[in-house]
């Protein structure tokens, strides 16, 4: 899969960047995702397969935020 440097949901644009040992609060994550910096970053360390599922789940988190659904996700995934 090509991975392209940006997507668009909705109306928002969001970048996608590519981290080596993507960290935050000390954990190692696949990638993250910020709705208000319109922003994914995908862990690089990780081979191709991990970095695609990443993306998914990252964009699955932005989706739902779209529709509304952004208090309590984290519970949900
Ligand atoms: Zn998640």
């Known amino acids: 899969m090509i991975i392209k440097d940006k997507i668009k949901i909705g109306t928002k644009t969001f970048h996608i960047e590519f981290v080596e040992n993507l960290i935050n609060d000390g954990d190692e994550l696949y990638g993250e995702c910020s709705w208000g910096k319109g922003r ?10 991990h970095q695609e599922l990443a993306l998914l789940h990252e964009l699955q988190h932005l989706i739902f935020d779209a529709l509304g659904y952004r208090s309590g996700l984290q519970n949900v995934f």
């Open 40 to 49: 994914i970053r995908i862990n690089s360390s990780y081979p191709e397969e």
